[in-house]
């Protein structure tokens, strides 16, 4: 006979009676976690619902609750006169806990964690995706495959597919240029190491907002490059801290779409100035434009690439944002003055994408899903921002400040001052909620504790639940103090 779990084992003080967070919520993320974790292997007989109840000191209800809910979902199952076990393999609903479970085992990554959970960022809309569409034009093209197209193509990426990325630049961004300075890529991640192989020779230093995508530094790192973090502010990079290092700077990396993570768009004033930086000291810009289709409070700001006339930015895409983040596949635009060495080291890296993904990808652009499909994304992330805003001016007043909400997929806030980030963030993590901490983005000491919330991968209703949650962990961790600023009418919600 099995061994009954012990109660302790799996809920590790957990319960919180002072919670707004209802207590079935409580166990059932309890005993999720446990069997996520690892501390509740599969096959494992989980006490009575009586007995776990006695044990908490709660009701039966709550418990009764949580267990049919983790039946449901397949990580229990009740076995007849014998007891409820936990499942070999369970069947989530929520493919990304599942993910985020193996995630738990490996080193920290900055993308891969979260799966689908609400406050994931850098996740578009993925239960609006036409997926219909896309495998009706994934069949077409793997059946339009001819053996031309079977062989080792184009390291640039597939013609059509080059076209159409020029085409939609040049409309959309503001970009200059030509589809023969288009390379296809396999996500801007590809496109970073890239721009690391080509431009970036060991011990050399390259510029990064602080603070900035940690996904860029680790690529630029992963060449031997020495990053400096320069200052941004409300205009972007602050050029005279760039200044300050002289002509020792190979390269700055910049997000001057959507600041990632604070989120503002770059001056005008600002961009000129750092093109003209990049001119006085032989430098070059690379320019990630990674969610730029998507800004809420003005009209989309068109890229820092079209204002330069003296071919030193190199201008970096994805369809991450706007298709799903799987499709890896992305784009660089290549100045003419780079263009031998970039197809070199695209060559030399992984010679380039998977044919059928591109042929599909040229199609749903050529035929104008693309372009449909923004316009529809933009008036459901409109919906789910303005739910997050909502919920979070309702449930976070006093404790947690907007920063800024203007555009792409996540709002940037910041923590009131005795929150920190990380503790918040583990937190919630056990309440089956993610976010980034904003103070993972410095490279040096954080000045302010914040967190990112994305909006993108999650529906009104699912977003303010988790706002919810959220304003009862900030309370659970802020103390009285918080509470008597929140009813002082400070929402702190712009
Ligand atoms: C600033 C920034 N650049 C690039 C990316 C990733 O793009 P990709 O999936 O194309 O590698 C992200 C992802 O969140 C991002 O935040």
């Known amino acids: 006979m ?5 109660p302790e084992l799996l809920m590790p003080a957990v319960i919180d009676r002072q919670s707004d967070v209802p207590l079935h919520r409580q166990v059932y993320v309890a005993l999720r976690s446990a069997i996520l ?8 007989r989980v006490p009575s619902t009586r007995w776990l109840a006695s044990d908490l000191g709660i009701s039966r209800f709550p418990v009764l609750s949580a267990y049919e809910q983790l039946l449901h979902e397949g990580y229990f199952e009740g076995r007849v006169g014998s007891g409820t076990y936990v499942r070999a393999a369970p069947t989530t609903h929520n493919a990304g806990t599942a993910d985020a479970t193996a995630q738990e085992l490996r080193p920290r990554r900055w993308l891969g964690e979260g799966g689908t959970r609400p406050f994931r960022t850098s996740l578009p809309a993925l239960d609006r995706f036409p997926t219909s569409l896309w495998a009706r034009l994934v069949g077409q093209s793997a059946r339009k495959l001819t053996a031309e197209r079977m062989t080792y193509g184009d390291p640039c990426g597939l013609a059509a597919l080059r076209a159409a990325i020029a085409e939609r630049l040049r409309v959309a961004r503001g970009v200059r240029c030509t589809a023969d300075q288009v390379l296809v890529v396999p996500g801007s ?16 230093r390259v510029a990064m907002e602080e603070p900035g995508y940690i996904g860029a530094r680790a690529a630029f790192e992963a060449h031997g490059a020495q990053v400096v973090p320069v200052p941004v502010d409300d205009d972007g990079l602050e050029v005279g801290a760039l200044e300050a290092f002289g002509s020792g700077v190979r390269a700055a990396y910049v997000t001057p779409s959507h600041q990632y993570p604070l989120g503002s768009s770059m001056s005008a004033t600002r961009r000129l100035d750092v093109i003209r930086w990049a001119a006085r000291h032989d430098a070059w810009i690379l320019e990630d434009d990674y969610d730029s289709d998507f800004r809420y ?27 799903f983040p799987a499709l890896r596949l992305g ?5 003419h003055a780079l263009w031998e060495p970039f197809v070199a080291a695209r060559e030399a890296l992984d010679i380039f994408p998977p044919v059928v993904a591109q042929m599909a990808l040229a199609t749903f652009l050529e035929e104008g899903h693309f372009a449909r499909h923004i316009r529809r994304m933009h008036g ?16 976070c007043a006093g404790l947690l400040t907007v920063h800024n909400a203007d555009a792409g997929l996540h709002v940037s806030t910041f923590l009131a001052d005795s929150l920190e980030d990380r503790d918040v963030v583990a937190r919630m993590a056990r309440m089956d909620l993610v976010a980034s901490p904003l103070s993972s983005c410095y490279a040096g000491p954080h000045p302010r504790s914040g967190l990112l919330l994305g909006f993108g991968g999650s529906d009104e209703t699912e977003l303010l639940t988790a706002a919810r949650t959220l304003g009862a962990i ?9 509470r008597a600023q929140a009813r002082g009418g400070q929402t702190g919600v712009s």
């Open 189 to 204: 991640q590809a496109a970073l190491r890239l721009c690391a192989a080509v431009l970036v020779e060991r011990s050399a």
């Open 331 to 335: 784009f660089v635009v290549v100045p």
């Open 474 to 482: 900030l309370r659970g961790m802020g103390g009285s103090n918080h």
């Open 380 to 395: 459901v992330y409109v919906r789910r921002r303005s739910a997050l805003l909502e919920g979070l001016r309702r449930e």
């Open 2 to 6: 099995r061994v009954v779990a012990s």
């Open 297 to 323: 409070v003005s009209r989309p700001v068109g890229a820092m690439q079209g204002m330069d006339r003296t071919g030193r930015v190199v201008y970096l895409g994805t369809f991450s944002k706007s298709i």
């Open 37 to 44: 974790d690892g501390r509740l292997l599969p096959g494992a």
